[in-house]
């Protein structure tokens, strides 16, 4: 059989798709899927400048907020009770005080980011991003389409990371997490948690969208926003947390250590064996919040009702003075059905 001819027609296609291609390589044009991605690699400080320029929450970022303020949290009855029974005095222990912030907390701590590329040095295609800074461990974000472990496998602080790029929006969603805290006054998570985050940047602007699910003590994802600043003079080292007794900078902390160099050392006197906690209902202090703000002690405590608007009339109820209802209330906003351990469940911000 002899081979097909070129024709006038399909000679003169193939010349014009030639021609698209040449004139879009010299107006600098590139493939929409590319074009769309922002670039959020770099070295990241709080938006007011250094480790310390905060501009949001304050109180997180320091000595962590009172004991019962759970306000607009969409904690349930089994989170609030875990909660009531949390004391400060907790991470004085010395098997506390190194503990890191687990990733779905890293980013309400002093300190900044250094988000750093890695390439395959064959395909030289983008594989992960590496995450270093705030109060954690560094992170991975694998970018090269890898799937899940299966859900037994190990559990970490900072889980198990992926990316994908929806638009402008680097798209990150993170398993295998063990249980620790989502606010520093009790509020925690389960193994069963699950985290999408959504980086978004504006300028030298960088916007991290939270959105922290979990089965067992949330009855809707718990969405925070966290913002930093590019520093267009970064240190020659990564950022991390260190310390005066780990070597950090004159402030005490800095980019000259890594925090898992942290020494625990006794803070104060402790029993032999005393690990600081209330027993159930002798946590006296639980309306810490609610008295220092006069916010009614319903509010105070939480629960999906008190994210909406719908709760106003509740609210002004309680300002009257009027009865505290029982726990069904704060719950009545919970999901008519528990979602699986799959990520596809977890609601997203839009």
């Given at each position: 059989?002899?081979?097909?001819?070129?024709?006038?027609?399909?000679?003169?296609?193939?010349?014009?798709?030639?021609?698209?291609?040449?004139?879009?390589?010299?107006?600098?044009?590139?493939?929409?899927?590319?074009?769309?991605?922002?670039?959020?690699?770099?070295?990241?400080?709080?938006?007011?400048?250094?480790?310390?320029?905060?501009?949001?929450?304050?109180?997180?970022?320091?000595?962590?907020?009172d004991?019962?303020?759970?306000v607009?949290?969409p904690?349930?009855?089994?989170?609030?009770?875990?909660?009531s029974?949390?004391?400060?005095?907790?991470?004085?222990?010395?098997?506390?005080?190194?503990?890191?912030?687990?990733?779905?907390?890293?980013?309400?701590s002093?300190?900044?980011?250094?988000?750093?590329?890695?390439?395959?040095?064959?395909?030289?295609?983008?594989?992960?991003?590496?995450?270093?800074?705030?109060?954690?461990?560094?992170?991975?974000?694998?970018?090269?389409?890898?799937?899940?472990?299966?859900a037994?496998?190990?559990?970490?602080?900072?889980g198990?990371?992926?990316?994908?790029?929806?638009g402008?929006?680097?798209?990150?969603?993170?398993?295998?997490?063990?249980?620790?805290?989502?606010?520093?006054?009790?509020?925690?998570?389960t193994?069963?948690?699950?985290?999408?985050?959504?980086?978004?940047?504006?300028?030298d602007?960088?916007?991290?969208?939270?959105?922290?699910?979990?089965?067992?003590?949330?009855?809707?994802?718990?969405?925070?926003?966290?913002?930093?600043?590019?520093?267009?003079?970064?240190?020659?080292?990564?950022?991390?947390?260190?310390?005066?007794?780990?070597?950090?900078?004159?402030?005490?902390?800095?980019?000259?250590?890594?925090?898992?160099?942290?020494?625990?050392?006794?803070?104060v006197?402790?029993e032999p064996?005393?690990?600081?906690?209330?027993?159930?209902g002798?946590?006296?202090?639980?309306?810490?919040?609610?008295?220092?703000?006069?916010?009614?002690?319903?509010?105070?405590?939480?629960?999906?009702?008190?994210?909406?608007?719908?709760?106003e009339?509740?609210?002004?109820?309680?300002?009257?003075?009027?009865?505290?209802?029982?726990?069904?209330?704060?719950?009545?906003?919970?999901?008519?059905?528990?979602?699986?351990?799959?990520?596809?469940?977890?609601?997203r911000?839009?």
């Open positions: 059989m002899s081979a097909p001819k070129h024709t006038r027609s399909s000679r003169s296609c193939t010349t014009a798709g030639a021609i698209v291609v040449v004139a879009a390589s010299l107006l600098g044009l590139r493939p929409l899927s590319a074009a769309a991605q922002i670039e959020v690699a770099g070295e990241w400080d709080q938006p007011g400048g250094g480790i310390f320029g905060f501009q949001e929450e304050f109180l997180d970022r320091g000595g962590g907020p004991l019962g303020d759970y607009g949290l904690i349930n009855d089994a989170l609030r009770y875990k909660a029974l949390y004391s400060p005095s907790w991470l004085t222990v010395p098997e506390r005080q190194c503990l890191p912030h687990p990733s779905t907390y890293a980013y309400r002093p300190g900044g980011l250094s988000i750093v590329k890695e390439y395959d040095p064959v395909t030289q295609r983008l594989v992960a991003y590496h995450v270093y800074g705030s109060y954690g461990l560094a992170r991975t974000i694998w970018m090269d389409g890898r799937p899940h472990p299966a037994n496998e190990r559990h970490t602080y900072e198990f990371s992926t990316g994908r790029w929806d402008d929006e680097l798209v990150v969603e993170t398993s295998h997490l063990k249980a620790a805290f989502i606010r520093r006054n009790g509020v925690a998570h193994d069963r948690a699950r985290m999408v985050e959504h980086f978004v940047r504006h300028d602007y960088l916007t991290i969208v939270t959105a922290v699910d979990d089965p067992l003590y949330l009855d809707e994802p718990f969405v925070r926003s966290t913002d930093y600043a590019l520093n267009p003079q970064p240190s020659t080292e990564l950022a991390q947390f260190g310390g005066f007794v780990n070597g950090g900078d004159v402030q005490g902390f800095g980019s000259s250590d890594v925090y898992y160099k942290c020494s625990p050392t006794d803070e006197a402790l064996g005393a690990v600081p906690s209330f027993m159930p002798a946590n006296k202090d639980l309306d810490m919040f609610a008295k220092r703000h006069n916010v009614p002690l319903e509010a105070a405590l939480g629960g999906s009702a008190t994210m909406y608007p719908d709760f009339p509740r609210l002004h109820e309680l300002e009257r003075g009027g009865a505290q209802p029982a726990a069904a209330t704060r719950a009545a906003g919970a999901r008519a059905a528990r979602r699986g351990p799959g990520l596809d469940g977890l609601h911000a839009q």
